[in-house]
Structure formats: structure tokens, C-alpha cells
């Protein structure tokens, strides 16, 4: 009976000590995103060697310790491996704007960012982020922002977009003589709306969908003849548009998750194709998980199947997290004793990072079973199965707002 509990002991204390290897997991000594001691983060260099995107996750998008840590790998990936685009789950046009702006202003304020991503983000953890593309443009080797949603999430497209889209309109009609400038009240009016309420569940009226349709279907029949850059550039920003109105006619078809994969491919094999990129997201789109929710085709799935190895995903993931809306505070489930957060708490170090391709193996898969890395919430899966990466963060912190 005595041999059999010394034996258990055992083979428990050998399943913990497997838990954590120096040669498997990664401690990171800091996530601040002002600490630029990068000597934590070397590993990184043979880690993403030939890799051409990187997906930076986030479990929910109030995550400020996420948050801070990212702008740091920015930093790092940047400086050290050339990863010279940021691309945004934000609109193509607010992006592109931005950093038109960006590139042509000399001022050093956060607000051109501000005005294209979305407000989650604007906090003092990503102005962090601002600053430091800002200052990135008076050197040989400038921070490029993009965006790959299909929604409109910023200022810009609201005050810019159909002034812009009807100056293209304008020069189509003198060069081709084709009327194609028709009912423009009404034209603009459905343009705006559908960016108003292009983060919401609000439909648009079927009158305001076939004016779109008409209008876009005539602007991709001039386009087959005459495909310029810019005329193709405002092909995909309408199709990004019909697909965004679409969506909220059937908001799980997944609709929405393959136009990004779709943009992310283009902006990797097309608009960036001899540069390096890295995406920031939430978890639940950049993760190759062909089961998690009801959604048919996460964008994670189609750009592993595209890049396969040239493809990074890291997904975030805690133990301690809570929020607050108003007065009420948010508790997530505790996690479970067979969860990688489990695994990963028993180290005693509150910032660690896996490499699934090369070192999984080290894990014992009962610790592999489910992890909280979508939304915070208990998902029961094989984790190394979903992602390339794994960025452990003990406790997440929620974002700092900006004063105003």
C-alpha cells in the first residue's frame, strides 16, 4: 500500500516537473511595452525564421496587459525582424487613411491611429503603439499601418469615404463618358448609413441595398476594362462594403471572417508582397480552430491552409481577469485542472510563451484538454492543435482609458 503511494507521488511530481523546461517554455521577464531590454524575446529569432505573417491574439478586446504586451512584440519584431506592416481588425479605408496621414504629417499625436482603428483600442496602452509608429517615420525603416476588415471602424470613413469614392465616380464619367453618377442624394445616403451602422446589427432598408448593388454592379463592369490600381483598389473597399451589409442579414454565415482572410492574403501577396506583416486581432479570428462557435470559416483556417508554416499564429491566454461595466464586475469561470493555464500556473512565473510546432511534445497531453483562450471562457480543445504560439499572461489588467 506504501509503495503504491510513493508511486503515485511520483509519477505526479514527474507530470508537474514536465510542465515546465527550460528548453519548452519561454519566460519573458517583462511585458511592458517601455521595457526595450528585448534579450527575453531572442528566442523569437529562430522561432520566426522564414515566417512572413504573425497573428498577435488577444482573448477578448479589454485585455490591457494584452495589449501592452503586443506593442512590445511589435517593437521587437520590428526592429530586430524586419516585420515592417501592422495591419489592424479595423477597416481597409480608416487604415489606409491613417496612414497616408501618418506618413505625409510631421506631427507625433496619436489621433491619425485613433481615427482609423476601432475604440476599444483607444486607450494608453495602444497610444504606446501610436507614438511609436509616429516616431518610426523620420527612419530608412518606417512602421506601415493597414487594416483587413471588412467594417468601417473609424472617423475617417465616415468624413472622407463618399467624398472620395464619388471623386472616382466623377473621373470615370469624364474619361468614359458612362453616366454613372446617378441619384446622388440618394446614393450618398445609403453610403453613409451603411458606415454608421457598419459595427452594429442594424440592417440596411432593401431600398438603400439595391441602390449599393446597382451602383457597384456597374462600377466592376467599367473595372473590368479599364483596372487600374486606384480603380482596383475602390473594387475591393466595395466588395468589402456588400459583404459587411450582407453579413447582417445572416451575422453567423462566417462571412465576415473569410473577407478578412481574403484581405490578409492581398495585403501579404499583393500590396506587401516583399515585406513582412503582423496582425492584430482577437483570438477567435486568427486561430486555425475549425470548430470553435457556429462561424463556418474562422480567417485563421484559410491563411494557415494558404501560408502554412509562413504563418505564426500566437494567441493569448490568463488565468485572473475582470472587468468592470459600470458597477457591475465581470468574473470569468475558474479554469480547470487539466487547462494549459493550469500547466503554466504551477511555474510561478506570470509571463511564459510555448512554441507548439517544435516543443509541444513536452507537455503531457492531459494538460492539453481545454484553455480559456476565447473570450476568457472555458473551451474544451486541444490547444496545441489551434495555434503556433502561446503567450501566457497570469493576470490581464483591463486597458487604461485616454483622458480627454
Known amino acids: 500500500m506504501h509503495r503504491r503511494i510513493i508511486y503515485f507521488l511520483i509519477i505526479m511530481l514527474l507530470n508537474f516537473g514536465f510542465c515546465y523546461s527550460q528548453n519548452n517554455i519561454h519566460i519573458l521577464k517583462s511585458i511592458s511595452s517601455l521595457d526595450t531590454n528585448f534579450q527575453d524575446l531572442q528566442f523569437l529569432n529562430k522561432t520566426l525564421q522564414n515566417v512572413k505573417v504573425v497573428g498577435l491574439g488577444e482573448q477578448s478586446h479589454y485585455d490591457g496587459s494584452t495589449y501592452e504586451?503586443?506593442?512590445?512584440?511589435?517593437?521587437?519584431?520590428?526592429?530586430?525582424?524586419?516585420?515592417?506592416?501592422?495591419?489592424?481588425?479595423?477597416?481597409?479605408?480608416?487604415?489606409n487613411k491613417a496612414n497616408d496621414e501618418i506618413q505625409n504629417s510631421h506631427e507625433t499625436n496619436q489621433q491619425s491611429l485613433f481615427n482609423a482603428i476601432f475604440g476599444v483600442w483607444h486607450t494608453k496602452e495602444v497610444a504606446e503603439l501610436a507614438k511609436y509608429i509616429n516616431e518610426t517615420q523620420s527612419t530608412s525603416h518606417p512602421l506601415i499601418l493597414a487594416g483587413f476588415d471588412?467594417?468601417?471602424?473609424?472617423?475617417?470613413?465616415?468624413?472622407?469615404?463618399?467624398?472620395?469614392?464619388?471623386?472616382?465616380?466623377?473621373?470615370?464619367?469624364?474619361?468614359?463618358?458612362?453616366?454613372?453618377?446617378?441619384?446622388?442624394?440618394?446614393?450618398?445616403?445609403?453610403?453613409?448609413?451603411?458606415?454608421?451602422?457598419?459595427?452594429?446589427?442594424?440592417?440596411?432598408?432593401?431600398?438603400?441595398?439595391?441602390?449599393?448593388y446597382n451602383n457597384f454592379n456597374q462600377f466592376y463592369e467599367i473595372a473590368k476594362k479599364d483596372s487600374t490600381r486606384e480603380i482596383l483598389k475602390w473594387v475591393s473597399l466595395l466588395q468589402n462594403m456588400q459583404i459587411d451589409y450582407r453579413r447582417h442579414f445572416n451575422m453567423n454565415s462566417g462571412s465576415r471572417d473569410s473577407m478578412m482572410a481574403i484581405n490578409i492574403l492581398q495585403l501579404c501577396n499583393i500590396t506587401f508582397k516583399n515585406k513582412k506583416l503582423m496582425l492584430w486581432s482577437a483570438n477567435t479570428h486568427l486561430s486555425f480552430d475549425r470548430d470553435y462557435s457556429k462561424v463556418k470559416a474562422r480567417a485563421g483556417v484559410s491563411i494557415?491552409?494558404?501560408?502554412?508554416?509562413?504563418?505564426?499564429?500566437?494567441?493569448?491566454?490568463?488565468?485572473?481577469?475582470?472587468?468592470r461595466i459600470f458597477f457591475a464586475k465581470l468574473k470569468f469561470p475558474k479554469i480547470k485542472n487539466n487547462s494549459i493555464e493550469s500547466c503554466l500556473k504551477q511555474n510561478n512565473q506570470p509571463y511564459q510563451f510555448i512554441d507548439f510546432r517544435k516543443q509541444y511534445d513536452m507537455i503531457p497531453s492531459n494538460w492539453l484538454e481545454s484553455s480559456s483562450v476565447y473570450g476568457h471562457f472555458i473551451t474544451d480543445h486541444n490547444v496545441s492543435k489551434i495555434t503556433d504560439g502561446l503567450l501566457f499572461i497570469e493576470t490581464i489588467n483591463p486597458p487604461q482609458e485616454i483622458s480627454k
Open 69 to 95: 504586451a503586443k506593442v512590445r512584440l511589435i517593437k521587437y519584431l520590428h526592429e530586430n525582424l524586419n516585420f515592417d506592416v501592422i495591419a489592424f481588425e479595423s477597416g481597409i479605408y480608416d487604415c
Open 150 to 212: 471588412c467594417q468601417f471602424s473609424g472617423e475617417y470613413s465616415k468624413k472622407y469615404f463618399v467624398e472620395d469614392y464619388f471623386k472616382v465616380l466623377q473621373k470615370i464619367e469624364n474619361k468614359t463618358g458612362i453616366k454613372i453618377l446617378k441619384d446622388t442624394s440618394l446614393l450618398a445616403r445609403a453610403l453613409r448609413k451603411e458606415i454608421k451602422f457598419s459595427n452594429y446589427y442594424n440592417k440596411l432598408p432593401k431600398e438603400d441595398t439595391l441602390l449599393l
Open 304 to 323: 494557415k491552409q494558404s501560408l502554412n508554416d509562413k504563418y505564426y499564429c500566437i494567441l493569448t491566454t490568463s488565468i485572473n481577469a475582470g472587468y
